[in-house]
């Protein structure tokens, strides 16, 4: 294992001690690891509160700023935060208007985003949660009762977090939530497999020419392991398994996503094949993302995630926001 860290106990503190020193418009606490906005709270705004294990960088934390989240929780790597943390970071962006929890749907951080919302209602804060569940690889795995939520969460906190600074509700600003994850679906294929620091090996294993097709952001196995292929069927496969559970049409935004450890190039190579398909389908690709959005530490590999727009989400996705991991408008 090679890895630039100095030591496995630390890597996470290690972590958000960077990102404090590279992003003064984050405040963070090293100690309980959570990640606010420095001017937070802000009253009578709602605040966002999202979270998760460590490794899927720039998910979370680097989404915490204007225009999305207003906190995130980190976990160690692939770990579920706990309810402490969730509720403290629910407690530091409460500016009386309510807290959104968005939550991706694994069982860890289900229950321990259940018990803070629990525990913060009896501290007399309103909170509403949204669970994320737009892979459609599988239904349940190793960590998920139902489908596990995934690249869709960035569009949910974009969109959600544009909605919030115009001062809507709590209740709709969850409403557009549950919109955006209903309107959207992702796949993934893995390459390779990635290490865990604590581990120090790789979680699994795949032969020279194997992928595998669904895999989940922790690693858990997808669909099936098959043979690799061009990055022209590769995209064709992925789209034709989006498609089979929700039909793509329309204006459509749609997020080409490294793992981790894939080449710029080989993602933008991709999204052409992924746009060349949609549109000969009849779909238009009006907003697009190419990059690392939601990783899986140095996992070769990529996702794809698209969302059917209306003119309202597409209002909202368009909004300023300027976080770490995305910037535009500002």
């Known amino acids: 294992m090679k890895k630039l860290i100095n030591s496995t106990d630390t890597v996470v503190t290690d ?81 009386g208007a309510g807290v959104l929890h968005i939550v991706k749907n694994y069982t860890g951080d289900v229950l321990n985003f259940q018990m803070a919302a629990e525990l913060a209602d009896d501290d007399g804060i309103e909170v509403v949660s949204v669970v994320t569940n737009d892979d459609v690889a599988v239904q349940d795995s190793l960590y998920t009762a139902g489908r596990r939520g995934v690249g869709a969460t960035v569009f949910v906190e974009k969109i959600a977090g544009a909605r919030a600074e115009e001062g809507a509700s709590l209740a709709e600003v969850a409403d557009v939530a549950r919109a955006v994850n209903d309107r959207s679906r992702s796949l993934g294929v893995a390459l390779t497999s990635c290490t865990v620091p604590a581990a120090g090996k790789p979680t699994f294993e795949l032969g020279e020419s194997e992928i ?9 196995p997808g669909r099936e392991r098959v ?87 597409t209002r909202l996705w368009d909004a300023p926001v300027e976080t770490p991991g995305l910037r535009w408008g500002r």
């Not at 709602?46 to 915490?64: I, K, N």
């Not at 933008?268 to 009006?286: C, H, M, P, S």
């Open 15 to 95: 972590a958000l001690a960077g990102m404090a020193a590279a992003h003064p418009s984050l405040a963070v606490d090293l100690d309980l690891k959570i990640i606010t906005r420095a001017d937070s709270p802000h009253t009578g705004k709602v605040g966002l509160v999202s979270g998760g294990g460590s490794g899927h960088e720039p998910l979370h934390g680097g989404y915490v700023g204007y225009g999305m989240l207003d906190a995130a929780c980190a976990g160690e790597v692939f770990t579920s935060p706990v309810p402490d943390q969730m509720l403290a970071a629910t407690k530091a962006v409460n500016g």
């Open 212 to 220: 595998e097709m669904g895999i989940g952001i922790h690693g858990e």
């Open 227 to 313: 043979q690799m292929a061009t990055a022209r069927e590769l995209a064709g496969t992925v789209l034709d398994a989006i498609h089979d559970d929700m039909p793509l049409f329309d204006d459509l935004l749609v997020m080409v996503n490294g793992m981790g450890g894939t080449p710029l190039l080989e993602l933008y190579i991709l999204f052409n094949e992924v746009q060349k398909i949609l549109e000969d389908r009849g779909a238009r690709v009006t907003r697009n993302l190419v990059g690392n959005y939601i990783t899986s530490l140095e996992m070769q590999g990529f996702s794809v995630t698209v969302c059917r727009l209306t003119d309202e989400l």
